[in-house]
């Protein structure tokens, strides 16, 4: 059945009107061909999560259940959770890389349309997987979600994504798959009975060259904020920028960027419409691809 998916999704990719630039900016793809990876709903790095990424993170099975499915009385053991990594266009990286003191306007679109992308991504695969008799749910579209303590979630999509063996964290905090770290995630929980995905190691920064060798720290030459150094990613450093370019951005783009809602703190709020920096992402070793794969 993994092989049914990956080729659902490549399909979804490729026919979106979502997965669209606006004409005016040429009205191309803003990700190529995705790639899955498959955790298994028991894995004990679940129950890590509480610990690393948030204490309040919920185990595959918590949000099952918070969801209300529970007519089969599913175990962990039954829950497969396919992680999606969906990468920009060769188009947007280019442009992204000529980039100085403000992102392209080509990333800040594609960045926030990426949002209402990745919601019907995953709600087209939970009836991909309803319409062969199989229950799922997605933490991204749950009412269990949530954003609290500043930058604190209920479901992280990256430690879901390594989890899933789909690649490892690095110095600049992002995801380093094997199409690299310019990429957005998302992810569903389901009891179809895919096969699980291995991970190659639990080393949480394997894929990263500073982590894995000492060396590179491009991304920290990139950062215009100053938000990253030997010792990793300030995060209040990063969204303190993150304003200064949501402004810039909205005001030039205003008129062509999607509204945008989140739950936070127990409730939806509207939000500017995020637009991105990813400075760190480009003209970087790992920007698309795992720097250390030819290494191993």
């Known amino acids: 059945m993994n092989e049914a998916v990956l080729e659902f999704l490549v399909d979804l990719f490729s026919k979106s009107e979502l997965n669209r630039l606006p004409k005016s900016y040429g009205g ?30 919920l185990t595959p099975l918590e949000l099952w259940i918070a969801d209300g499915i529970t007519e089969n009385k599913t175990t962990a053991s039954k829950l497969r ?29 594609g960045r926030n349309y990426a949002n209402a992308l990745k919601i019907d991504v995953v709600k087209q695969t939970i009836k991909f997987f309803q319409d062969k ?16 303590s500043g930058f604190l979630s209920t479901w992280s999509e990256r430690h879901i994504a390594f ?22 995630l998302c992810s569903v929980i389901t009891n179809a009975p895919l096969e699980v995905s291995p991970r190659n190691s639990d080393n949480p920064y394997g ?3 500073y982590y894995a060798k000492g060396t590179c720290r491009e991304c920290e030459k990139k950062c215009p904020a100053d938000a ?26 205003g008129s062509i960027l999607k509204p945008h809602w989140r739950r936070v703190r127990g409730e939806y709020k509207e939000q500017k419409p995020p637009v991105g920096c990813a400075f760190c992402q480009y003209g970087v070793p790992c920007m698309d691809k795992n720097p250390m794969a030819s290494e191993n």
Request: some cysteine; overall charge negative; glycine content about 8%.
């Open 133 to 148: 008799g199989f229950q799922a749910t997605a933490g991204m579209i749950s009412e269990a979600f949530d954003i609290y």
């Open 228 to 253: 990253i150094d030997e010792n990793g990613h300030d995060k209040l450093k990063c969204w303190t920028f993150g304003r200064k370019v949501e402004a810039e951005m909205n005001a030039r783009l």
């Open 81 to 109: 959770i396919i992680s999606i990594v969906c990468p920009f266009t060769e188009e947007i990286r280019q442009e992204s890389m000529k980039a100085i003191n403000m992102p392209a306007e080509i990333y800040s679109i």
């Open 28 to 57: 191309g793809r803003i990700f190529s061909k995705p790639l899955i990876g498959v955790a298994q709903g028991d894995d004990p790095i679940f129950e890590k999560f509480k610990k690393v990424a948030a204490p309040r993170h």
């Open 163 to 184: 989890a899933a063996g789909l690649g490892t964290f690095s110095l600049h905090e992002g995801f380093i798959s094997e199409v690299g770290c310019n990429i957005r």
């Open 207 to 209: 894929n990263c060259l």
